[in-house]
């Protein structure tokens, strides 16, 4: 019995130690050399519903397959619309999970942290299309307007709202995100759930991490 258990433990041990350096190891900072991407990180700010910067560093982390993902959705903005993307958030650390889950414990809006966010996976990006003057596109509410406005089904929107939205999920799906149906800026990269949950401050060690420049 006492056999058993033990190798239970190791098990556990292994098992646990493996997630996460598959998990760690896979973590890029995305860059923009040539400003395809805007980076407007609001939780590095305290211009969010926190009210308080929570995060230590401005830089988009996200897992390289996701990076790619973001790159292709770029490159399509910008080639079909002359539209660049403009990114609120990327990889959140899972402890600013639970901050924002105290404060909105509503999983339509904020996702449980006992069962995490895909941004804690580093694989889900909130984001919109901005103008070649940097002017946001109008999409009917604000970035985390936590209401049935943001919905993508949400139908009393002008023209323009609808055809902008529009505009950023067909973006968005070409490149292999899946929409959230509650907020109009959410996209889950479409094989997010192979990564594991994490907690690491890559402020802290960004610069050991790879890049994935978005020119
Ligand atoms: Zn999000």
């Known amino acids: 019995m006492f056999f058993l258990k033990f190798r239970f433990a190791i098990c556990v041990l292994f098992l646990t130690s493996s997630a996460y350096s598959q998990s760690d190891s896979s973590f890029v900072a995305v860059t923009s050399s040539e400003n395809k991407l805007v980076f407007d990180l609001k939780y590095a700010t305290s211009d969010n519903f926190l009210k308080a910067a929570v995060y230590d ?5 996200l897992r390289e397959e996701a990076a790619i993902a973001l790159k292709k959705a770029a490159t399509r903005a910008w080639k079909k619309y002359k539209l660049r993307l403009k990114l609120f958030d990327c ?3 899972l402890a600013v999970q639970e901050r924002m889950f105290a404060l ?3 999983p339509e809006y904020v996702a449980d942290p006992k069962k995490g966010s895909i ?3 580093g694989a889900a990006v909130d984001l919109t299309l ?3 003057n940097g002017i946001e596109l109008d999409m009917g509410t604000s970035f985390d307007h936590f209401g049935v406005e943001a919905a993508h089904t949400y139908q009393n929107l002008t023209e323009i709202q609808k055809s902008n939205r529009k505009k950023l999920l067909s973006i968005m799906k ?3 995100f899946k929409p959230l149906p509650s907020e109009w800026w959410h996209y889950n990269y479409g094989k997010s759930r192979k990564f594991s949950i ?3 401050n890559l402020c802290a060690t960004k610069e050991d991490l790879n890049k994935v420049d978005v020119n």
Not at 57 to 61: A, G, H, I, R
């Open 198 to 200: 994490s907690n690491a």
């Open 174 to 176: 070409s490149a292999g």
């Open 130 to 132: 901005i103008d070649e």
């Open 57 to 61: 560093c401005s830089t988009c982390f």
């Open 91 to 93: 990889y959140r650390p």
């Open 104 to 106: 909105v414990p509503n």
């Open 119 to 121: 941004h804690n996976r």
